[in-house]
């Protein structure tokens, strides 16, 4: 059973840097898709960004250019890294995982993924 675990949220001021990582484990290939969603409170889970298969990428057109999507294959990870942080990207963080979606041409819908993580919480203040 795959299982994702993130790590890398905290409290931040605005302009400031955030790393978040999601490790996955139980998946004994290194072709899958991760995407990160993000909630906030009384709002609708909206995708952020992803990784395919083929390390292919793509990020919502909301935080491009201040967020990016990587992969360590040797640390079995997902990285979203984001920089510039504002008040509005305050929420809980999941990484969610495929074994299924190879090229990512837009953010696959949170519906194609099979396994999610329990989240990390970003807080932006202003």
């Known amino acids: 059973q795959v299982q994702l675990v993130e790590s890398g949220g905290g409290s931040v001021e605005a302009g400031e840097s955030l790393r978040l990582s999601c490790a996955v484990s139980?998946?004994?290939?290194?072709?899958?898709?991760v995407g990160w969603f993000r909630q906030a409170p009384g709002k609708e889970r909206e995708g952020v960004a992803a990784?395919?298969?083929?390390?292919?990428?793509f990020v919502v057109a909301s935080v491009k250019g201040r967020f990016s999507v990587s992969r360590d294959n040797a640390k079995n990870s997902v990285y979203l890294e984001m920089n510039n942080l504002k008040p509005e990207d305050t929420a809980m963080y999941f990484c969610?995982?495929?074994?299924?979606?190879?090229?990512?041409?837009?953010?696959?819908?949170?519906?194609?993924?099979?396994?999610w993580g329990t989240g990390t919480q970003v807080t932006v203040s202003s």
């Open positions: 990784i395919g298969g083929d390390d292919s990428t």
């Open positions: 969610a995982f495929s074994g299924d979606i190879l090229n990512i041409r837009n953010m696959p819908s949170g519906s194609l993924f099979h396994s």
């Open positions: 139980g998946y004994p290939y290194r072709s899958y898709c």
